[in-house]
């Protein structure tokens, strides 16, 4: 794949071509972040979060795709062309346009999981999409890379980390399927493995971000336009993934899941990619924008996270003060009505039962929104 920007007029940055500034050379540490700790990262994840899968829900979203349909557009339509519009609009010079580029191409990453599992979302659709997406990277990303940089004439090569994407699927597919057998064999110490899964999966993002930050810190730069598009990057593919599951008529469920796994993007293959395909020299000017990426990536689904639980308690708090005015209610009609008749005071008695707290509620299907049309698997 070639690229070269000084031709092309429609290529980001003709008009301010600068000499790339010499920095400090990348530490060798950061690679060792990104990749051993990553890593570890993802299969303790992916291993706990598998044991929230079964296989029969998993059997049907491959049996019947339209979520991960819905999902794979998202991840490989619509991010690639944020990319390069965003590229476009901020014109960019020509390294970091190609590490925008190269990050919208990037398929999912893992944090989209455990932010999932935090919002109640569809945890087989989630893993089925990531590791749909990562499988489908292996055309995808050298597709949507040539097709983007064709009006920029670039004369760059760009390498394919498939070795990469190879160890993903592998770190990926391996952990899920041990969590999905142990939850099929011990469901109850499945549950408990989930758990703990999810508060070290929390430990672990935090610790891999600031990581990243004290590790590169050689490697940032002070530039506010690569870190404004680093900012509003993943609020834009949350917010059209969602839009677009919505549109296609999936469950809220299934909407909140689609809208953060187009949002995360696989930081360690972005920073990969790059590494093998530029000098130092230019990734001076590249590096620090997956790693902005990643920070208010993790910012973001945070934030997501809250926002949900906070919805999730009025709700719930809600419901609750509605159930104890409706018991007051029928206690009160009962009491000052000694001299109803016994079928009536029975009909009564049957109200308060069913809408006593002692009944289960579905707390999901409380939180779809009126009139919303669910999908069905």
Not at 61 to 78: D, E, K, N, S, T
Request: proline content about 5%; hydrophobic content about 45%.
């Amino acid at each position: 794949m070639r690229a070269n920007c000084s031709s092309s007029s429609a290529c980001p940055a003709n008009s301010s071509e600068e000499e790339l500034p010499v920095g400090p050379e990348i530490h060798g540490n950061l690679e060792l972040v990104f990749t051993v700790v990553s890593a570890v990262m993802m299969g303790l994840l992916m291993f706990s979060l598998g044991c929230s899968v079964e296989f029969r829900k998993l059997w049907s979203h491959i049996r019947r795709p339209w979520g991960i349909a819905v999902g794979l557009l998202c991840q490989f339509g619509l991010m690639p062309l944020t990319a390069y519009l965003l590229a476009i609009s901020f014109s960019l010079k020509p390294a970091q346009a190609v590490a925008v580029l190269v990050m919208g191409c990037c398929p999912g990453g893992t944090i989209s999981n455990i932010f999932t599992f935090w919002v109640d979302g569809d945890m087989d659709l989630s893993i089925t999409m990531t590791t749909c997406s990562t499988v489908a990277a292996l055309g995808m990303m050298p597709l949507c890379l040539y097709l983007y940089t064709l009006s920029w004439n670039l004369e760059q090569n760009l390498t394919i980390p498939y070795q990469n994407i190879g160890i993903t699927l592998v770190c990926l597919t391996i952990p899920v399927a041990f969590g999905v057998y142990v939850n099929y064999r011990w469901p109850k110490q499945s549950k408990i493995i989930l758990k703990i899964g999810a508060i070290v999966g929390g430990v672990l993002l935090l610790v891999v971000a600031v990581a990243g930050v004290v590790l590169a810190k050689g490697s940032w730069n002070s530039d506010i336009t690569l870190l404004t598009i680093s900012f509003i990057f993943p609020l834009i593919g949350h917010v059209t993934g969602f839009l677009l599951a919505l549109l296609t008529h999936q469950s809220w469920q299934r909407c909140r899941t689609i809208s953060l796994e187009t949002g995360a993007q696989n930081i360690q293959m972005c920073v990969t990619m790059l590494q093998l395909s530029f000098t130092a020299k230019q990734l001076v000017q590249m590096l620090s924008f997956p790693l902005a990426y990643g920070l208010f990536q993790l910012l973001d689904g945070f934030l997501i996270v809250a926002a949900y639980k906070m919805y999730k308690r009025r709700l719930k708090n809600e419901h609750r003060k509605k159930n104890t005015r409706c018991e007051e209610g029928c206690h009160n009609k009962k009491s000052t009505s000694p001299k109803e008749t016994g079928a009536f005071l029975e009909v009564n008695e049957e109200v308060t039962i069913t809408s006593g707290p002692s009944m289960p509620m579905d707390l999901h299907t409380t939180l779809e929104p009126p009139g919303h049309i669910s999908s069905g698997t």
